[in-house]
């Protein structure tokens, strides 16, 4: 009784202004709604909206919930539209904390780019009604009058921590959680790395040209495939002494800077093409939201950043010039004049089964013209034992696929 007695219910009605055909489901993107629930308590909207986007990625709304409001075909996966509410939150905290008045600016742009989304993105109106009981809140009045609904909240309240959530957001979260308690590697084996920006500085000392510039065709060659291939290493500031690092590779990186698409076997990849990115500025990098634009960030200690092998820095820099000298062995490696502690070649520098997939692209590209995507596609190559390697079948599947749109790019 006491619970009915604090249940609200819903007998507003308004006019919708929305666009919609006759006979068609009314729809209302986020920033309407939270507009609308704002006019009820008087709270700032935005406030709204970043819990609204925070419920955004549980089961209180269907995968395919948001639709774009001119194309009733064209959908935004809610993960989209999470990390879009996020991104936007970080990027009023970093323009509250900026104190350049240019690079407040360039913060702003970014975040009404991130606000753009929250306005184009639309849901039904049957669609808002189900989030509603889910959320336990009273619709927002421009929805109308809904008969027999009763709730506890009159605007949306902070999404609990453990509502049941996707299955993307459960691997944001893991990933997440690796980031922040990833391993601490050894002052040795730091040492076999160069940061991007270090290198940039000491490739502005050879060709005149400005670190920035020179920063950016390193960043462009890990976009291409010419360096890196394993991937870049991210040094970040952990929870642990020393520095603790995480290695992202091509798609990797690009689908944090890009977000995400959902394939159709329920796998994903960078929402737009990595070339895109071979376009942006060094300010675009670092106009990204937290944490991401601290991946580009320079520190002048010298100490995170992105990183690559030294040994790979040099044989691409001799691939480009043909000047680049291979790197010293470090003093202390050395024992007695016997040879260095590491044998052999640096780890991601040999590639053993690159001949036997590009073999296998011919198949593969059979099973796409059949509809099949082309993860789809390499899993049933790996299931059928024609993958090379040892390992489970998808991590072999997966090796084939990335290599298949690297180099097809």
């Known amino acids: 009784m006491a619970r009915r007695t604090r249940e609200i219910s819903v007998s507003t009605t308004s006019q919708s202004t929305e666009r919609?055909?006759?006979?068609q489901e009314p729809s209302f993107s986020l920033a309407v709604l939270a507009r609308s629930w704002a006019e009820v308590t008087g709270e700032l909207w935005e406030n709204i909206l970043y819990r609204v986007g925070d419920w955004a990625i549980t089961d209180a709304f269907p995968d395919d919930a948001f639709r774009t409001a001119d194309a009733d075909d064209a959908t935004f996966h809610k993960?989209?539209?999470?990390?879009?509410?996020r991104w936007h939150r970080d990027l009023v905290d970093k323009i509250h904390r900026a104190q350049d008045p240019e690079k407040?600016?360039?913060?702003q742009r970014f975040a009404d780019l991130h606000m753009q989304a929250m306005e184009i993105a639309v849901l039904r109106r049957d669609v808002v009604v189900e989030a509603c009981r889910a959320m336990n809140v009273v619709p927002p009045p421009i929805l109308g009058l809904i008969e027999g609904f009763s709730a506890t909240h009159r605007v949306p309240p902070e999404c609990p921590p453990d509502f049941p959530i996707g299955v993307y957001a459960r691997e944001a979260e893991g990933d997440q959680a690796w980031r922040h308690h990833g391993d601490v590697m050894g002052p040795d084996e730091v040492d076999k790395y160069t940061l991007l920006w270090d290198a940039a500085r000491e490739m502005s000392r050879n060709n005149g040209r400005d670190i920035e510039w020179n920063?950016?065709?390193?960043?462009?060659?890990?976009?291409?495939?010419?360096l890196a291939r394993a991937g870049l290493v991210h040094f970040y500031r952990g929870s642990e002494p020393g520095r603790e690092f995480v290695t992202h590779n091509r798609d990797a990186l690009a689908g944090l800077l890009l977000g995400w698409r959902t394939l159709e076997d329920g796998t994903r990849e960078p929402a737009h093409p990595i070339d895109t990115i071979r376009h942006w500025s060094v300010a675009d990098y670092r106009g990204q939201p937290a944490p991401l634009g601290d991946y580009?960030?320079?520190d002048h200690e010298g100490r995170l950043g992105l990183a690559v092998l030294t040994q790979e820095l040099d044989r691409w820099r001799h691939g480009e010039t043909g000047t680049a000298k291979p790197?010293?062995?470090?003093?202390?490696d050395k024992r007695d004049g016997s040879a260095s502690r590491r044998r052999g070649p640096e780890p991601g520098t040999v590639d053993r089964y690159g001949a036997k997939d590009r073999a296998l692209f011919p198949e593969l590209k059979a099973l796409l013209a059949d509809g099949l995507s082309v993860t789809a596609a390499a899993l049933r190559l790996a299931e059928e034992g024609k993958i090379a390697g040892v390992g489970a079948s998808g991590s072999k599947a997966k090796r084939l696929a990335d290599r298949y749109r690297r180099e097809r790019r």
Not at 20 to 23: F, I, L, M, T
């Open 104 to 107: 407040r600016e360039r913060l």
């Open 296 to 298: 580009f960030e320079r």
């Open 215 to 226: 920063w950016l065709r390193l960043i462009d060659a890990f976009w291409r495939g010419d």
């Open 20 to 23: 919609r055909e006759p006979d």
């Open 327 to 332: 790197v010293a062995a470090r003093s202390d």
């Open 79 to 85: 993960q989209v539209i999470f990390d879009r509410v």
